[in-house]
C-alpha cells in the first residue's frame, strides 16, 4: 500500500465507489499524528474528482469543554477517550446514517474550544467521511459506532514516528521543545498507544 495521501486515495478509491447505499459512512480511524485529517481530505478530493459528493466530518468537535474538565480532573488529559462527549458522538453518526440535513459542532485547535453549530452536512453528500482516533475503540460507548460505518480504514504509524510528529505538533503551538516533549509523553503518547492496542481490524489497514 503506497504511504502518500493522494495515492492511498486513488489507491482506495475503487473499494469506495463499490460500496451500496444512498449514504456511505467511512470511517477514517488511528493513533494522534498518524495523518487522519490529511488522508481524509485526499480521499474526499478523490471522490469529488470522480463526480460524486463527499465531505469530511472529524471527531474532535464533541471534545469535552475546559470548565467540565478541569472538575472530572481531565484538563491533562484532554484528548483521552473520557474527555470526548462519546455518546453525543455515536448520536451524531447515527442522523448521519439517516440521511438528513446534519448540523454539528467543530473544534478550534487555536482556540481550544469546540464551536457548536459550525458545521453542516446537506442530505445530498453520499460519501462522509469521519475521522477521528477513537472511531474503532472496542470500548463502550466507542464500540457502539461498529455497525453504523460502511467502511473502515486504519491508519496505522509506527509509535518511533508518531513521537517525532507529536513533538512537532506542540512546538507549532508555541510550545518549548522540552514543554512539548513533556506534554506529548504524558498525554499524547498514552493516546496513541490505546489506539494502537485496543482498536478493532478495519476493513483496510493503511501504513503512514
Not at 449514504?23 to 481524509?40: H, M, N
Not at 474503532?136 to 509509535?159: C, E, I, M, N, Q
Not at 522540552?178 to 501504513?207: H, K, W, Y
Request: glycine share 10%.
Amino acid at each position: 500500500m503506497p504511504s502518500q495521501p493522494e495515492d492511498i486515495a486513488q489507491t482506495t478509491l475503487p473499494r469506495l465507489l463499490s460500496l451500496g447505499g444512498e449514504r456511505k459512512i467511512i470511517a477514517v480511524a488511528g493513533p494522534p499524528g498518524s495523518g487522519k485529517s490529511t488522508i481524509s481530505a485526499a480521499l474526499c478530493d478523490a471522490l469529488t474528482g470522480a463526480g460524486r459528493s463527499a465531505a469530511v466530518v472529524p471527531m474532535d468537535g464533541f471534545h469535552l469543554d475546559n470548565r467540565l474538565l478541569g472538575p472530572r480532573g481531565l484538563q491533562s488529559r484532554k484528548g483521552s477517550p473520557d474527555s470526548f462527549d462519546a455518546d453525543g458522538f455515536v448520536q451524531l453518526i447515527r442522523r448521519i446514517g439517516s440521511g438528513r440535513d446534519v448540523i454539528y459542532p467543530l473544534f478550534d485547535r487555536d482556540r481550544d474550544i469546540a464551536i457548536a453549530g459550525a458545521g453542516h452536512l446537506p442530505p445530498e453528500v453520499e460519501f462522509v467521511l469521519v475521522e477521528g482516533n477513537y472511531l474503532l475503540l472496542d470500548r463502550a460507548p466507542w464500540s457502539g459506532l461498529s455497525p453504523l460505518w460502511s467502511f473502515t480504514l486504519k491508519v496505522d504509524t509506527p509509535l518511533d514516528r508518531l513521537k517525532g510528529r507529536l513533538r512537532d505538533r506542540w512546538v507549532e503551538q508555541g510550545l518549548s521543545e522540552s514543554d512539548a516533549c513533556a506534554r506529548r509523553d504524558a498525554n499524547d503518547l498514552p493516546n496513541a498507544e490505546l489506539v494502537l492496542s485496543n482498536s478493532r481490524d478495519a476493513d483496510l489497514t493503511i501504513s503512514n
